[in-house]
């Protein structure tokens, strides 16, 4: 069976990564922005969820329950829901702000009171918003390789000394990014998981404890496959930067951009000519 032309090649990689970004940005917007509002769908996106134990069951609980997420808290009681942003928030605070937005009973009032201030812990201190780090260099990296781009669309009659190293940065910098929000997003999902496990073991195997914590299947799981995309898409923007074997990086259409402190003109082949291949000899001696 034949093999693609590499032209052909590119396309497909650069169109394979086009279709990554979209959805991966909004798995990003949907993982951070859980419980910061009563949107539908945001209430079921959380961290973690913590409620009071019903007496010394260890399966069962009473009362409300708070979700907790990246930066909002949401009050789940049987008869109203509220959410509302808890970062950089003061406990008193949030405490008012909650007795003016939700109906409680003053048994269910106290049980949130106390509830509110171990949510707050887990929020700063324990569970922390690594996924935002790296949502940020995934944006940062997108931008990036957007210049590149366009540094790469120069008409080659334009290229420069200057250009070229320009977009080699461009390229550096994509890739560290990329592979940075990677690291992140791993590194986010598997810290999330065990702390919550080892919350869930803890409050679940000690009688002292007069909470249980419950795990948000949803947001591991767009964490894992955010894991998945990120990855995926670094492998193919890593694919589509990488230098070819004669020195140059890949350009619009197969051209490769002349590398930084290349003076010589491109050979018949694509590549570029050593210094002294295909100078003329001197003229002969009178």
Same mark, same amino acid.
């Given at each position: 069976m034949p093999s693609q032309p590499p032209r052909m090649t590119s396309v497909n990689w650069r169109y394979s990564s086009y279709f990554i /970004? /979209?959805? +991966?940005l909004l798995l990003y917007v949907l993982s951070l922005t859980g419980c910061v509002s009563n949107s539908p769908g945001l209430q079921n996106i959380f961290l973690t969820a913590i409620q009071h134990r019903n007496g010394n069951s260890t399966t069962t609980s009473t009362g409300v329950q708070l979700r907790v997420g990246y930066f909002g808290i949401c009050v789940h @009681? *049987? +008869?109203?829901t509220t959410c509302f942003v808890s970062a950089m928030t003061s406990l008193d605070k949030l405490a008012s702000q909650l007795n003016s937005t939700i109906n409680l009973s003053e048994v269910d009032m106290n049980q949130v009171a106390a509830l509110l201030s171990v949510a707050l812990v887990l929020q700063t201190k324990i569970l922390l918003p690594l996924l935002a780090a790296a949502g940020s260099a995934f944006l940062l990296g997108i931008i990036v390789f957007i210049l590149f781009k366009w540094a790469a669309k120069r008409p080659k009659v334009n290229l420069t000394e200057s250009s070229a190293k320009r977009s080699q940065i461009y390229s550096r910098g994509c890739l560290s990014l990329i592979w940075t929000s990677v690291g992140l997003s791993t590194a986010s999902a598997v810290s999330v998981s065990e702390s919550i496990g080892a919350l869930q073991f803890w409050t679940a195997n000690v009688p002292e404890s007069s909470i249980i914590v419950f795990t948000g299947t949803a947001m591991q799981a767009l964490q894992w496959v955010l894991v998945a995309l *990120? @990855?995926?898409? @670094?492998l193919t923007v890593s694919s589509m930067l990488r230098v070819t074997p004669a020195g140059t990086l890949p350009g619009p259409g197969g051209s490769g951009l002349r590398p930084m402190g290349s003076t010589m003109p491109p050979a018949a082949g694509g590549g570029f000519q050593a210094p002294g291949q295909g100078v003329p000899p001197p003229p002969p001696f009178m």
């Open positions: /970004i /979209i959805p +991966t @009681a *049987s +008869t109203d *990120s @990855a995926l898409f @670094a």
